[in-house]
């Protein structure tokens, strides 16, 4: 079985420092993606970084960086200068099947919390 | 400009009542998908659509089912609405299978 695990249910950051969110998974498959979504309180989900598993550089986005380990199946998140406005839940993603089925396996998500 | 228009974002139902949830999409993306999320959890998959082709989660209760009659639109029925089916439902698109997914904001459901 393909799994997501986030082992971190919250976090908290001061304003304008920077966190790390972890994320470990499991897979059998060699070529897949990876993602990192952020839900804010009420609000839509939405892709914050996304990373394909045969590239070694690891992806930035801004003041968001992961940390891709592929033999360790890891993929953490690196929030940069953290600002009020990335208090949300953070799910970390990838599709069961590698690349070619649709599910969207889901960790359980952390909770951040940016303090001013 | 949103991209995945779900309606409404907020619906009451008596329990038993059915309702039905729509989601729209200007994106033309093949797949759509419908999630199941619950106070502080993962969004569940209750199904999803490649072009036509439905694809049922083998844990989604017979009490959901869904409609797709174009690639811009898809709805979630719910036949008989429980106490327990009170969640937020999300849509989501992809431009292909094991892509990455738009999410809509959301409708969430309350059941009296």
Redesign the interface.
């Known amino acids: 079985a393909q799994t997501v695990t986030q082992s971190q249910p919250e976090m908290s950051v001061q304003e304008a420092e920077t966190v790390t969110l972890s994320c470990t998974y499991d897979t059998s498959e060699n070529n897949?993606?990876l993602?990192w979504?952020k839900q804010p309180p009420s609000?839509?989900?939405?892709?914050v970084i996304?990373q394909e598993a045969y590239k070694q550089q690891n992806a930035t986005e801004n003041r968001f960086s992961v940390n891709f380990q592929k033999a360790a199946k890891s993929f953490s998140l690196k929030i940069s200068d953290s600002q009020l406005g990335d208090t949300a839940?953070y799910?970390c993603a990838f599709?069961a099947?590698?690349?070619?089925?649709?599910?969207?396996t889901?960790?359980?998500?952390t909770?951040l919390t940016v303090h001013p | 400009d949103a991209m995945v228009i779900q309606n409404p974002r907020y619906q009451v139902t008596q329990f038993g009542k059915p309702v039905t949830l729509s989601c729209s999409q200007t994106l033309n993306h093949n797949?759509m998908?419908w999630y199941q999320q619950k106070s502080?959890?993962?969004?569940k998959?209750l199904f999803?659509y490649?072009d036509k082709d439905f694809?049922n989660?083998a844990d989604t209760p017979d009490n959901f089912q869904s409609r797709r009659p174009n690639t811009s639109f898809c709805f979630l029925d719910i036949r008989s609405p429980g106490l327990g089916d009170a969640a937020m439902y999300?849509c989501a698109t992809?431009i292909r299978?094991?892509?990455?997914?738009?999410?809509?904001?959301?409708t969430r459901l309350s059941v009296l």
């Open positions: 897949y993606y993602f979504y609000r839509q989900m939405i892709l996304r839940m799910f599709p099947g590698g690349t070619s089925y649709g599910k969207l889901f960790g359980q998500g909770i | 797949v998908y502080s959890q993962a969004p998959l999803h490649y694809n989660e999300l992809s299978q094991g892509y990455f997914q738009y999410f809509g904001a959301g």
